[in-house]
């Protein structure tokens, strides 16, 4: 379940509304990619995601090709009968991949692509029940600072045009008249800048925890209770808060990663579902494995 703030509503809004990318930064475990999945689900539409890696591209986004299985297919092609010939057999086409700007461009081509040329015949995403493509698509490409700056400025250079040329096909694909843009929502957790070009055009929604600790232990209190309500006991939701600010700011003068909102809830959740409402279990549970979640940096100890 994700609760909204006003802030990531307008900001969903705005993006919408400006038909631009809506750029999400904050550091891990801030919910930053549960914002585009719950955005998704209220907005009816279908959830198409893609976590960027250091050898991403942006073609990946787009299609791949699969060489190795057409190498493949060659090699036996001497040996295996088949009702097609070689031609149609090493048809390019085959060996396409829809990406996932293809299935949220243009869904029936990506499940033509998918379904008749395919040879992999990969699934497409899922779809909410009933969905159609009128109803729109959701695109999260998650981590984009881990990739070069061409891919951020690549990408500006499609979403702009509406279409991108693939190989082997005859015409483009594309956003299709009369159906909505797809709203694409991108994640950073800051750990490269991005290209200026590519924030110029962009909505940006920051997604900050307070940084003095009463204050984040009120919002992490307020969260658990959002999600758990009398499920989790106030005692226990304040005692995993208190344990949360004191593990972060070891780990932040470590240099290592901090646990944040996520952890809370992490842990929250393993509370209420291994012992149900009870404030003493909870509270002996909590104090059992609350450093499986919450410290970062091993130095805490049994």
């Known amino acids: 379940m ?23 930064r904050g550091e891990p475990g801030s919910g930053k990619s549960q914002l585009a999945r719950a955005a998704a689900q209220v907005l009816g539409r279908l959830f198409v995601s893609s976590v960027v890696h250091a050898r991403s591209e942006a073609q990946d986004l787009l299609w791949e090709y699969d060489a190795v299985a057409r190498l493949g297919e060659a090699q036996v092609l001497a040996t295996v009968q088949s009702d097609l010939g070689h031609r149609e057999r090493l048809d390019p086409r085959r060996y396409l991949i829809p990406g996932p700007l293809w299935w949220v461009f243009d869904w029936d081509s990506a499940l033509s692509q998918s379904a008749d040329f395919s040879l992999c015949k990969v699934n497409p995403p899922p779809a909410p ?27 500006l250079e499609t979403l702009g045009n509406g279409r991108f040329p693939v190989p082997w096909l005859d015409t483009p ?11 694409l929502v991108i994640t950073t957790n800051e750990e490269r800048e991005l290209p200026a070009a590519f924030l110029r055009r962009c909505m940006v929604l920051k997604l900050d925890l307070p940084t003095n600790p009463d204050e984040l232990i009120a919002c992490l209190v307020k969260r658990g209770r959002e ?27 470590l240099g290592r990663p901090p646990p944040g909102q996520a952890e809370y809830l992490d842990i929250l959740r393993a509370l209420v579902t ?18 499986f979640a919450l410290d970062k940096t091993g130095t805490r100890g049994a």
């Open 2 to 24: 994700h609760l909204f703030d006003e802030p990531s509503a307008d900001a969903i809004l705005a993006a919408l509304a400006a038909e631009r990318p809506l750029l999400v």
């Open 129 to 155: 029940a009933g969905w159609t493509p009128a109803q729109g698509a959701v695109l999260l490409i998650d981590e984009i600072d881990k990739a070069e700056a061409d891919l951020p400025n690549s990408l």
């Open 173 to 183: 694909v594309g956003l299709r008249s009369g159906l909505p843009r797809p709203l």
């Open 227 to 253: 999600h758990y309500g009398d499920a989790c006991a106030a005692s226990v939701r304040i005692l995993v808060a208190e344990q949360l600010v004191k593990d972060r700011a070891r780990a932040l003068d």
């Open 274 to 291: 291994a012992r149900g409402p009870d404030e003493a279990a909870q509270t002996a549970l909590f104090r059992r494995i609350d450093r």
